[in-house]
Structure formats: structure tokens, C-alpha cells
């Protein structure tokens, strides 16, 4: 495949942006993508020209600009079945107390589209926008569980299996498993795999076409999770996501 070098290096530079660095001088971004000088400020004049990029006037620093905020909220406002959910989401954090996400597959990672937090709320990973690791989360396993195994084999091809914590699945095989196990229960655990201190259940949301298009998260402290508080959030989950998937069309066989 052949890629526009130009494109490229733009597409880098608003990839070095994110929760931990959210501006940077043309020297560290030079430095950290070993280009020079003159060829980042020349993209950094383009995409602040079209408003990707926003300069500091002080400190001369750049930053992501308003545009991708646009464009990120058109996206959002282009999948259906984040108003469809809200009620169901609403319901099951009234339920539970505790923090739900809905979240959907953009090729090899998820992305959460809602989140409602809950009374004790210390999952600070995950935000409306944010993405999160196929293999470091429930709702990452979810969303694989259900593809066919050369979608899974293509997906995975050249996958990183970055450790986030001590309890990340750390390669192919491993995952393989995992998702079996997945298909057995029906539901997905992240046994504090992609943030410490927090343990999630997730469960599939099926359409009209009997394919998985979502995933719905319950998220809570470890520190509170017994066999029976387990039981009960599975429950409530199960139901919350048969609910959501019958108004999308689908029928159980």
C-alpha cells in the first residue's frame, strides 16, 4: 500500500496529542518523530490553517484545534444507537450504582460513545471519545468474541498486546481463549486487566441482522465485587442489553 508521505507525517503529529501531552514545541515534536525542523513547522502551518492546530501565543507551543472537536462530534452524532441506549444505560446506573459505558469496535480498538458514572466512581481510564485496547478490557472482548475467526486472525495480525496492568492477556493464544470463554458465559471480565483497582463485566448488544454492533459495561472497585454482587450485575447487564438489542430489531432464535 502505497501511503502519502505528507498525509503520514501529519496524521503522526496529531497522534503524539493526548490525555498526558496536550501541547508540544516544534523542537520535541521534530525530536520525538525525527523530522526536521522546517518540514514540522510547515505541517503545523497547514493544519493550523484549517484549524487541526491551535498556537499558543506566549509560549509559541501548539495544540489540537476546535476542528477535530467538529469532526469528532460528527462522528459521534453519526452512530443511531447511542440516543436509542441512553434510557437503558440510564436504568442500569440506577440499578447498579456503578459506572456503565457503551462501547463499539473501531477496527482494532473500542471506543466508548457513553459513559454515566456511578456513586463510587474510580474508574478515571475511560471517557466519551476515549478508545480502549481490545485486549485489556471487557468490552474490547466482547466486540471480538462474536467476529468470525478470519475477521479475529486479521484484526490481530500485527496486534500489540501492551501490558496495562499485571493481569493484561499478554499474547494471540491466551486471547484465543479468553474468547472462548466468552461465547461460553456470555459475558466478558476484566479482572482489573486495563486499569488497577477496577474489575468490569460486559455483555454483547445483538441488531436486526443478529450481528454484535455494541458492547455495555458495568464498571466498579474491585473492593466491592462478591460472587453475589457479581450475580446481580449480570443479571441486570443481561437484561439491559436484551432489552436494548430487541428495540434494534434483533430476534432471539
Known amino acids: 500500500m502505497t501511503l502519502i508521505q505528507s498525509i503520514s507525517r501529519a496524521l503522526e503529529i496529531l497522534e503524539l496529542f493526548d490525555e498526558n501531552h496536550r501541547s508540544f514545541s516544534i523542537k520535541e515534536i521534530s525530536t520525538k518523530l525525527d523530522l526536521n525542523k522546517s518540514t514540522v513547522h510547515s505541517i503545523l502551518k497547514t493544519l493550523k490553517h484549517y484549524g487541526y492546530m491551535k498556537q499558543d501565543s506566549e509560549s509559541a507551543e501548539y495544540s489540537l484545534g476546535w476542528r477535530l472537536y467538529e469532526r469528532g462530534n460528527l462522528l459521534m452524532s453519526q452512530i443511531d444507537i447511542k440516543p436509542i441506549a441512553q434510557k437503558y444505560l440510564t436504568k442500569l446506573n440506577q440499578q447498579t450504582n456503578e459506572t456503565v459505558h457503551l462501547v463499539v469496535r473501531v477496527d482494532s480498538e473500542a471506543l466508548y460513545i457513553d459513559k454515566i458514572n456511578g456513586i463510587n466512581t474510580l474508574v478515571i481510564y475511560s471517557r466519551i471519545g476515549k478508545k480502549v485496547p481490545l485486549h485489556s478490557s471487557a468490552v474490547g472482548k466482547v466486540l471480538t468474541a462474536y467476529l468470525s475467526q478470519m475477521e479475529i ?3 490481530f495480525e500485527n496486534y500489540d498486546f501492551k501490558p496495562a496492568t ?15 470463554n466468552v461465547r461460553l458465559l456470555g459475558y466478558a471480565v476484566d479482572n482489573e486487566e486495563n486499569e488497577a483497582g477496577i474489575y468490569c463485566l460486559a455483555m454483547p448488544v445483538y441488531d436486526y441482522t443478529q450481528k454484535v454492533v455494541a458492547a455495555i459495561s458495568v464498571s466498579t472497585p474491585l473492593v466491592n465485587v462478591t460472587e453475589t ?17 430487541m428495540e434494534l430489531g434483533y430476534k432471539k432464535d
Open 229 to 245: 454482587k457479581k450475580k446481580e450485575i449480570l443479571d441486570l447487564l443481561c437484561q439491559c442489553t436484551f432489552d436494548l438489542s
Open 153 to 155: 486472525d486479521s484484526i
Open 166 to 180: 499485571k493481569n493484561t492477556i499478554l499474547n494471540y493464544e491466551d486471547y484465543l481463549t479468553e474468547l472462548e
